[in-house]
C-alpha cells in the first residue's frame, strides 16, 4: 500500500529560498535540519506488524524526484513478492535543482543540506511507527543517488547492511565503515554522464571496486560471468570470500548508457539484481 501524506510544493526549497523544483504528490514529510523534507514511503499488503521488516532507501538521481524516479526504477512488485518495506526519498533543491550531498557538511558536495541526517531522520520516524528489521537496512540509488548510497555505506555503516549503485559513482569523501559491506555496483560502458572509466572529476568503476574488496579482503581476482539473452551483453564480476562473507559484484553493461537498467541478465532486470543481491545479508554479514 502507498501511504498518503498531504504536501505542498513550497516544502522544496535550497539554502536561501523556496522553489517548486518538484513535485510529489504522494509523499511523506518531516522536518529536519529546519529544512522540510519529502519521501515517499511503499508498505507491502504482506507486512506484518509483528515480525521485523526489511526496509530499501532507493535514491533518485540530480535533478530527479521521488515520483518520477518510482515509475523509472519501480522494486514495488520486489516489495510486495519479498515483504520489505521500501523508500523513494527526495532530494533537496540547489537553484532549481534536486540533489544529493553524500559527504558531510563542507565535503565534496554540491549544497549544505544534511542528507547523512536526513537519512537518519527517515530510519527514525519509519522505524518508530513500522516494525523495522533495524539489521537489514539497505541503501540503492541512480546516478547522484548511487553516490549517496556510497556516502551512507561509509559514513551511516553502523545503520546499512548492504548498498547498491546504479549508474552512479563514489566520490573521494570516506571514512571507514564499521563492518564489512556488502556492495553492488551496475554500470554501462558507454556512460555519457558518469563514465565507466571515470573523468578528472569521478572516480571509475574499477578504482571503486578496487576499494570496496580492499576494504572487505574478497578474493583479488573475480569470478566472471556472461549473458547475452537480453540484446546486451551484460558481465558479471563475482569478489566473494570477504570478511563476514560479504561479497562486492559488478555488473558491466556492455554498450549501456546513463540509465536504470531494463536490460536482463539470466532474466534480472536491475531491480531484480538489487534486491536479490542485498536480500543475502544483514548487518553482520552473509545471513
Known sequence: MLIIFSCT???????????????NTNAQSLVHDGMNREYILYVPNSYDENSATPILFNFHGFGGSANQFISRADMRAEAELNSFILVYPQGSCLDGVPHWNPCPIDGDNKSSADDL?????????????????????????????????????????????????VSGSMLDCLETPSHPMPVLHLHGTSDGVLPYNGDASFNSVQNTLDYWTNFNNTVS????????TSGMTIEQYVYDQGDNSVSVEHYKYIGGEHTWFNETYQGQNASKLVWDFMSRYDINGLR
Open 9 to 23: 510544493n513550497d516544502q522544496a526549497k535550497d539554502e536561501d529560498n523556496q522553489e517548486d523544483c518538484y513535485l
Open 221 to 228: 581476482t573475480p569470478t566472471i560471468n556472461i549473458d547475452n
Open 117 to 165: 541526517g536526513f537519512f537518519e531522520a527517515m530510519v527514525n520516524e519509519i522505524s518508530s511507527e513500522y516494525t523495522v528489521d533495524m539489521e537489514r537496512i539497505y541503501a540503492a540509488g541512480f546516478s547522484n543517488g548511487g553516490m549517496m548510497a556510497f556516502g551512507l555505506a561509509n559514513y551511516k555503516s553502523d545503520l546499512i547492511a548492504a548498498v547498491a549503485s
